[in-house]
């Protein structure tokens, strides 16, 4: 994806983004949008926690991107009036990083590592024993002669965040205590968060404008945010300043977002599905190919909310188009496009 057009609708961050993104992240539980359950379960873990004095149970979150992870593992820290430490599964390379990252945590210190099933695999053990026992072996010298130093480091909470729980390994994710599992939002729950948006940005925004934004958000309160920006450019260059519903349709049409908000790479994984592959069943890394894409990008971008909209199924023997994804696209969708019920297979 290289066209800043391509962009738009991507739920991943941009670069540039992230002053916005920190502008907008929700500062406390109370402030979060949605995510009834995740945010009740969290609330007991903390509160319990609170009450006995020591630091809650390691955290993972898991979801697609932009749904709030980053902001809910910063709500973590704020919510016990910890100090947060900020890293990622990529950065942890050698497992020395990780050993320096813990012997500098204070006792209560939040550790929150995005990408967690992306980390190597030194520094995933290393984080097994940290996780369990509050221990680090470091390990010194090379060869017959090395020994391993045990170092005690101060009890601490991890909150892990991963867009594929799937990808962690068992042991890893037995070391959570508590694993919430972020949903795509309803499009009410998105108006909120447009809502919200616009308060702090000072953008006006009439109620059918945001409820028109909420509905072509892909579920996502990023993209939603997103969206609301390029909408406020729109009003104050082609329109009076005002977010109508009007405006919010001609402005997304400029930037090639579609009646239920699918962008140009989901219609292009649903084309190539329909179009070269009859509908499939075909494998993930077919598909990316065909759209140029990673298998990752399309796997964890794109398909979660394909599959929630109702237009691809996950089965064993491949990706299918249902029904949906053909009539979506304009197509008569042959006689039989849905696979037996028995077939799917989603995580
Ligand atoms: N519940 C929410 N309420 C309001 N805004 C939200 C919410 N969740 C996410 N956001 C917005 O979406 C952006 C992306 O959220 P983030 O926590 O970075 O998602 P993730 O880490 O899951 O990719 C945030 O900067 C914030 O503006
Ligand atoms: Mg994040």
Excluded at 134 to 153: H, M, N, Q, Y
Excluded at 188 to 216: N, T
Aim: hydrophobic share 40%; charged share 25%.
């Amino acid at each position: 994806m290289t066209e800043p057009d391509d962009e738009t609708l991507s739920a991943l961050a941009h670069t540039g983004e992230q002053d916005v993104e920190v502008t907008l992240r929700p500062k406390k539980l109370g402030e979060f949008i949605g995510q009834p359950r995740v945010r009740e379960q969290l609330e007991l873990v903390l509160e319990s926690a609170r009450r006995r004095g020591v630091p809650p149970d390691h955290v993972l979150l898991s979801g697609p991107p932009g749904l709030g992870k980053t902001s809910m593992a910063m709500i973590i820290a704020a919510e016990l009036g910890s100090a947060l430490r900020i890293t990622s599964g990529p950065a942890l390379e050698r497992a020395g990083d990780l050993a320096a990252m813990l012997s500098n945590l204070a006792p209560g210190d939040v550790l929150f590592i995005d990408e967690i099933h992306r980390i190597a695999r030194p520094a995933e053990e290393m984080l097994y024993l940290a996780m369990e026992d509050f221990r680090v072996d470091v390990v010194v010298g090379k060869g017959p002669g090395a020994t391993s130093i045990p170092l005690e480091i101060a009890p601490f909470t991890l909150v892990g965040a991963t867009t594929r729980s799937g990808a962690l390994t068992g042991p890893l994710r037995d070391r959570f205590g508590f694993t919430g599992q972020m949903e795509f939002y309803s499009d009410d729950e998105l108006d909120q968060v447009v809502r919200r948006a616009a308060r702090i940005l000072d953008i006006e925004i009439d109620p059918l404008g945001s409820a028109e934004i909420a509905r072509r958000s892909r579920g996502t309160p990023r993209i939603a945010n997103r969206l609301l920006r390029r909408v406020r450019d729109y009003a104050e260059v082609r329109a009076d300043g005002v977010a109508t519903k009007q405006v919010v349709r001609a402005a997304l049409e400029v930037y090639d977002v579609d009646e239920l908000g699918l962008d140009r790479l989901d219609r292009a994984v649903l084309g190539a599905l329909v179009k070269s592959f009859g509908g499939g069943p075909v494998g993930v890394s077919t598909l990316a190919v065909a759209v140029g894409e990673e298998p990752t990008t399309v796997e964890e971008v794109c398909e979660p909310y394909l599959v929630r909209a109702g237009m691809l199924a996950r089965t064993p023997r491949g990706r299918v188009a249902t029904a949906a994804a053909w009539e979506h696209l304009g197509l008569q969708p042959p006689e039989r496009v849905l696979p037996d019920p028995g077939l799917f297979d989603q995580p």
